[in-house]
T-cell receptor, first 112, second 115 residues
């Protein structure tokens, strides 16, 4: 069985401050890892993905994530957030098929 | 813009009724998956269709069924609607039945409210 845990349901942060959204996973097989963003009343947009190779993955909108196999983590980071980054962020994994297992999401709220 | 379109965007149904949701996948994609996202939750995998055949199913009862057509568009049907079926239903398209690094694209979803 596979699972994804997002440890923080909400993360408030001031504009231009750095942010880290945490994601831990559990799987008995090798996995591909993803971060998706969901803006209000919209579908999911892929931010970045880890398939193999370099453990530091860069995505869109200045986000990056680091895959840590020993800690089974895939935390998302941004050095300086903007008001427009306010959204729900989902960590997800797949063991190779197209079925994605999602975490429960982290609401990022950027304040002035 | 992901190229995945879903209809309708919003609908209200009464408990016990049936509903059909539709999805047009991105051009060239032969795999469609459906997810249910309840309010405040992450999306949950319902099932996947690859080349018109169901190719994986999540923990959903048989009253959730689907179809994929030769042009790879898809329908999700839910019979005997229950209040807990109220959710955002997301369609996702990709190429191939196994993940090969290709991105999975999501539509904007259909909001279903069951009253």
């Amino acid at each position: 069985a596979q699972s994804v845990t997002q440890l923080d349901s909400q993360v408030p942060v001031f504009e231009e401050a750095p942010v880290e959204l945490r994601c831990n996973y559990s799987s008995s097989v090798s996995v591909y890892l993803f971060w998706y963003v969901q803006y209000p009343n919209q579908g999911l947009q892929l931010l970045l993905k880890y398939l193999s190779g370099s453990t530091l993955v860069k995505g869109i909108n200045g986000f990056e994530a680091e895959f840590n196999k020993s800690q089974t983590s895939f935390h998302l980071r941004k050095p300086s957030v903007h008001i427009s980054d306010t959204a729900e962020y989902f960590c997800a994994l797949t063991g190779g098929g197209n079925k994605l297992t999602f975490g429960t999401g982290t609401q990022l709220k950027v304040e002035l | 813009e992901t190229g995945v379109t879903q209809s309708p965007t919003h609908l209200i149904k009464t408990r016990g009724q049936q509903v059909t949701l539709r999805c047009s996948s991105q051009s060239g994609h032969n795999t469609v998956s459906w997810y249910q996202q309840a309010l405040g939750q992450g999306p949950q995998f319902i099932f996947q269709y690859y080349r018109e055949e169901e190719n994986g199913r999540g923990n959903f009862p048989p009253r959730f069924s689907g179809l994929q057509f030769p042009n790879y568009s898809s329908e999700l049907n839910v019979n005997a609607l229950e209040l807990d079926d109220s959710a955002l239903y997301l369609c996702a398209s990709s190429s191939g039945d196994r993940h090969s690094g290709n991105t999975i694209y999501f539509g904007e979803g259909s909001w279903l409210t069951v009253v």
